[in-house]
């Protein structure tokens, strides 16, 4: 199973929107609306920011929205803050019963 | 408050066995899925495992496939990871995670601080 693909980095100014992608194929993101999107601030654990493509956990920020469309999902940020300042990953479930990670993208605020 | 705390990690030969443990509290441990994800020092998550509630669902990256067993124990509400035949590229931060496996709310929700595994003569 191949790693969802991921930009390695994106940048933004503080009260932009950026946008990371994440592409798959049609045996998982293309396949399923079982993508989620992790935050993980240097030296910490990943935490649970989108699931089910579109959905916020309860506490997350509402500035924190998802997308799909074909085999891409896509995660977007607005109004950029210093916080938001992280890595961040995609994961979907597969056709394989099994899950996929993205490489994932560092993001930047400038 | 739910949390889950990894245990076990260390430095072990290549070849040689390892195994981890997830303590689960603040939740009703045996109503979730449960999984293991690594992540390699300066590199992505990478999925590892993962296990039902009742533990009769098992599967595996087969990166591990053959090597590796995750368990569970849902009278001590503990998570394990057998880990044998162990090369470098084992090398990696394990977390716990719980993994919520509902028709409306799939992902890994709640994680563990995670254990460091090192893979070195």
Redesign the interface.
């Known amino acids: 199973?191949s790693?969802l693909t991921q930009p390695a980095s994106v940048s933004g100014s503080p009260g932009q929107s950026i946008t990371i992608s994440c592409t798959g194929t049609s045996s998982d993101v293309g396949d399923y609306n079982?993508v989620?999107w992790?935050q993980?601030h240097s030296g910490?654990?990943?935490?649970?920011m989108i699931?089910?493509v579109t959905?916020r956990?309860s506490g997350v920020s509402n500035r924190f929205s998802g997308s799909k469309s074909a085999n891409t999902a896509s995660l977007t940020i607005s109004g950029l803050q210093a916080e938001d300042e992280a890595d961040y990953?995609c994961?979907s479930?597969t056709r394989?019963?099994?899950?996929?990670?993205?490489?994932?993208t560092k993001l930047t605020v400038l | 408050q739910v949390q889950l705390v990894e245990s076990g990690g260390g430095l072990v030969k290549p070849g040689g066995s390892l195994r981890l443990s997830c303590a689960a509290s603040g939740f009703t441990f045996s109503d979730y899925y449960m999984s293991w994800i690594r992540q390699a020092p300066g590199k992505g998550l990478e999925w590892v495992s993962y296990i039902s509630s009742s533990g009769n669902t098992i599967y595996y990256a087969d990166s591990v496939k053959g090597r590796f067993t995750i368990s569970r124990d849902n009278v001590k509400h503990l998570l394990y990871l057998q880990m044998n035949s162990l090369r470098a590229e084992d090398t990696a931060i394990y977390y716990c995670a719980r993994l919520r496996y509902s028709g409306s709310y799939i992902a890994f929700d709640i994680w563990g601080q995670g254990t460091m595994v090192t893979v070195s003569s």
């Not at chain 1, 910490?44 to 649970?48: E, F």
């Open positions: 199973q790693a079982y989620s992790y993980q910490t654990a990943p935490k649970l699931y089910d959905n956990p990953y994961a479930y394989s019963n099994t899950w996929v990670f993205g490489g994932g």
